[in-house]
């Protein structure tokens, strides 16, 4: 009959999905099988009085002595001879806590029965903390991810901002890093940071060289670590096991989301590298949504601004234009010398007029400041507009902040030479322009299916295009035959850029 208790207890307890309920349904399970005046659980705590999972092995149950483990200061109080039981609740990370029961209604002790009831309560108990802890951590990640999804500012820092803030509490960390890596992995640099540490490290420089990190950024899977072995012990004081997940935006920087706990804490569990990896790949995806919004709202209002200057120049200006030669017309039908001033001034006026309105519309133009990619863009719909043939673009790697302006300024003027030749020479009906950065160098490649050309032939353009690569230490290929289209291949090397560890 005892059995069949124990296990209906077992699948009750086993079906609570959260760690509050379990915790209630072993007491009130524990309490009724063993007849026991009181059970209470006891966390397993650190030095500081902190709650976290103790590492295996534990010592065995207690019964009958009066014993409590050393280092559970809290079950001392209850020793009192044989009215005393005590066993562990191990998860798969280990110890979670006692569970203790204390004195059996009506007097007597605790029989070997009980302690084996106790202990297949503790068993179960054990199993349902592990599912509903697992169940708890999937929500808080669950949870994170949706937050960021439905949240995600489109500036970038802003959106490292984010992403840190909310992986802190679903992954339980004392500190929680954004870095990105320079393009050879051998530095990073913190560029958003939450948690109480993060005054500390924001802004800071790590060293990647041979360590876990830049195995992470090449395979691309999340891994455990101390956190002494990315930033020293010094600088890690206090703080112990680190995980590293990598975000791999298409198109964008690589960059390592970093979360380290406190010495002491519970460690890093293979389902939470799982969860920690699943958050960071929905995060690169949600930065890719971010970029790809962004890009649409300037084309909106770039595609504005040409509509502004059009009305501007097509329309206002030609009406100032006319009334000041209808002004300046007035002056055969009077020879007043005040009314001759008079028209003067104010066909001078209109000049002016006119000149401000251009400096307007010249301003409605694209800023340097704009994403490269945007600018790219802008440039490429301004060189097809009214043909037929319309580009299509292809952007790989972090173009947007790994490209230096001198560098940037010269693609620009490349590929509007390079496409305005597609245009008017080849006759072509498709055109692909893509741009990589990869290996330290930017590579723009322009082909389309025209007519192509003679080998030797060398407009003007394409010398131009030559003389930009050489430059910038690049080179410039042209691959082309007559009646199959025209490759062009510019490619410059990118600066080598290591950070300054003491810029703040």
């Known amino acids: 009959m005892l059995t069949r208790d124990v296990h209906a207890a077992a699948l009750d307890i086993?079906?609570?999905?959260?760690?509050?309920?379990?915790?209630?349904?072993?007491?009130?399970?524990?309490?009724?099988?063993?007849?026991?005046?009181?059970?209470?659980?006891?966390?397993a705590h650190t030095e500081d009085g902190r709650p976290h999972i103790a590492p295996l092995p534990v010592p065995d149950p207690l019964h009958n002595d009066g014993g409590v483990p050393a280092y559970e200061p809290a079950a001392a109080e209850l020793t009192g001879g044989k009215s005393l039981l005590a066993a562990p609740l191990i998860v798969p990370a280990g110890q979670y806590g006692w569970l203790h029961v204390g004195r059996r209604l009506g007097g007597g002790s605790f029989t070997e029965e009980d302690e084996a009831t106790l202990l297949c309560l503790a068993s179960a108990g054990g199993v349902a903390l592990a599912n509903a802890l697992h169940f708890e951590a999937m929500r808080g990640w669950l949870r994170a991810s949706a937050e960021l999804g439905m949240h995600l500012p489109l500036n970038f820092q802003d959106a490292r901002n984010a992403i840190v803030n909310q992986a802190l509490s679903p992954s339980t960390a004392a500190l929680a890093a954004y870095v990105l890596p320079t393009s050879d992995r051998s530095f990073a640099r913190c560029e958003a940071a939450a948690g109480g540490r993060a005054p500390l490290v924001l802004r800071k420089v790590l060293n990647l060289s041979d360590s876990i990190a830049a195995a992470v950024l090449e395979s691309g899977l999340p891994a455990v670590c101390q956190t002494s072995d990315l930033v020293g012990e010094q600088q890690a004081d206090?703080?112990?096991?680190?995980?590293?997940?990598?975000?791999?935006?298409?198109?964008?920087?690589?960059?390592?989301?970093?979360?380290?706990?406190?010495?002491?804490?519970?460690?890093?569990?293979?389902?939470?590298?799982?969860?920690?990896?699943?958050?960071?790949?929905?995060?690169?995806?949600?930065?890719?949504?971010?970029?790809?919004?962004?890009?649409?709202?300037?084309?909106?209002?770039?595609?504005?601004?040409?509509?502004?200057?059009?009305?501007?120049?097509?329309?206002?200006?030609?009406?100032?234009?006319?009334a000041g030669l209808s002004i300046q017309s007035l002056r055969r039908y009077t020879g007043d010398e005040a009314a001759h001033q008079r028209i003067a001034e104010v066909t001078q006026e209109l000049d002016e007029a006119i000149l401000e309105l251009r400096d307007t519309i010249y301003s409605l133009?694209?800023?340097?400041?704009?994403?490269?990619?945007?600018?790219?863009?802008?440039?490429?719909?301004?060189?097809?507009?009214?043909?037929?043939?319309?580009?299509?673009?292809?952007i790989t790697g972090p173009v947007d902040s790994v490209i230096p302006h001198y560098i940037a300024e010269h693609l620009l003027a490349v590929a509007t030479e390079g496409v305005s030749n597609a245009v008017r020479h080849s006759a072509a009906a498709a055109i692909d322009v893509s741009i990589a950065v990869e290996d330290h160098t930017v590579r723009l490649r322009i082909e389309d299916d025209g007519c192509g050309f003679e080998a030797p032939v060398r407009r003007s353009g394409l010398a131009n295009m030559e003389q930009r690569a050489l430059d910038l230490d690049g080179n410039f290929e042209v691959r082309t035959r007559p009646?199959?289209?025209?490759?062009?291949?510019?490619?410059?090397?990118?600066?080598?850029?290591?950070?300054?560890?003491?810029?703040?």
Do not use: Y
């Not at 490269?372 to 009214?386: D, I, K, M, N, V």
């Not at 291949?489 to 950070?499: A, D, I, K, N, S």
């Open 14 to 43: 086993a079906s609570a999905i959260d760690v509050e309920t379990t915790l209630e349904r072993l007491v009130d399970s524990t309490r009724r099988l063993l007849g026991a005046a009181s059970v209470d659980v006891h966390r």
């Open 238 to 322: 206090g703080l112990g096991e680190a995980l590293l997940a990598p975000l791999m935006p298409h198109g964008g920087e690589p960059g390592l989301l970093i979360l380290c706990r406190e010495s002491g804490a519970s460690p890093f569990q293979p389902l939470e590298l799982e969860l920690a990896g699943a958050f960071c790949n929905h995060a690169a995806l949600s930065l890719e949504l971010a970029q790809s919004q962004r890009l649409r709202e300037q084309l909106v209002l770039f595609a504005d601004r040409d509509r502004i200057a059009r009305d501007l120049h097509d329309v206002v200006i030609q009406r100032l234009f006319a």
């Open 483 to 504: 009646g199959e289209g025209t490759r062009l291949t510019w490619t410059v090397p990118l600066p080598h850029r290591e950070p300054d560890p003491d810029k703040e």
């Open 365 to 394: 133009q694209a800023d340097s400041d704009q994403a490269l990619s945007s600018r790219l863009f802008r440039t490429l719909q301004e060189g097809t507009s009214g043909h037929a043939a319309k580009p299509r673009l292809e």
